[in-house]
T-cell receptor
Framework: NAGVTQTPKFRVLKTGQSMTLLCAQD?????MYWYRQDPGMGLRLIHY???????AKGEVPDGYNVSRLKKQNFLLGLESAAPSQTSVYFC????????????FGEGSWLTVV | KQEVTQIPAALSVPEGENLVLNCSFT??????LQWFRQDPGKGLTSLLL?????REQTSGRLNASLDKSSGRSTLYIAASQPGDSATYLC????????????FGTGTKLQVIP
């Protein structure tokens, strides 16, 4: 069972560079999420999707874009990376409104220098 | 705005001890509350989920209780083991706001052999 898979696991970027984080789930889940986790601040929702072709803003969406072209994939893009985006990024998925258990990926460590 | 607090931030106990982790939230209009475990360098693993209509949930040595009116939940771990060492987070989902889950910052537990 792969569950929720994130790539890459580690990345160092220079300020101004762009990159994309890929999240893939093999559980046929409708809902997918991108969170960032920072010391002392807990997990904060960046963007989410309630189904293929849909995206919506979360709590801290600025500086990020997302796409959900296929149901199993949810991409998080940084167009022009900033040091404030240094964080650990987690993707998560959930079956739907009736399926309350949320499954997380193992995280992507991003450092912007 | 919902605020979720977990105190203490860190806890160290000898092996075999029973312990209680606390989670408090400011808005009692919740749909459910979920407890997660996070190991270093890993994602979050769901432990227990309590619906707003429930008072407690049990899984093995874990028991989670919920008191909506007082805005509190506790996670009880019986006969702690070194393998229980991890960070424990609680997350609250509001009524009608399926995406607006608020996470606590976690309690880092160390069980000493």
């Amino acid at each position: 069972n792969a569950g929720v898979t994130q790539t890459p696991k580690f990345r160092v970027l220079k300020t101004g560079q762009s990159m994309t984080l890929l999240c893939a789930q093999d559980m046929n889940h409708e809902y997918m999420y991108w969170y960032r986790q920072d010391p002392g601040m807990g997990l904060r929702l960046i963007h989410y999707s309630v189904g293929e072709g849909t995206t919506a803003k979360g709590e801290v969406p600025d500086g990020y874009n997302v796409s959900r072209l296929k149901k199993q994939n949810f991409l998080l893009g940084l167009e022009s990376a900033a040091p404030s985006q240094t964080s650990v990024y987690f993707c998560a998925s959930r079956l739907g409104t009736a399926g309350n258990t949320i499954y997380f990926g193992e995280g992507s460590w991003l450092t912007v220098v | 705005k919902q605020e979720v607090t977990q105190i203490p931030a860190a806890l160290s106990v000898p092996e075999g001890e029973n312990l209680v982790l606390n989670c408090s939230f400011t808005d009692s209009a919740i749909y459910n509350l979920q407890w997660f475990r996070q190991d270093p360098g890993k994602g979050l693993t769901s432990l227990l989920l309590i619906q707003s209509s429930q008072r407690e949930q049990t899984s093995g040595r874990l028991n989670a209780s919920l008191d909506k009116s007082s805005g509190r939940s506790t996670l009880y771990i019986a006969a702690s083991q070194p393998g229980d060492s991890a960070t424990y987070l609680c997350a609250v989902r509001p009524e009608g706001g399926y995406q607006k889950v608020t996470f606590g910052t976690g309690t880092k537990l160390q069980v000493i052999p």
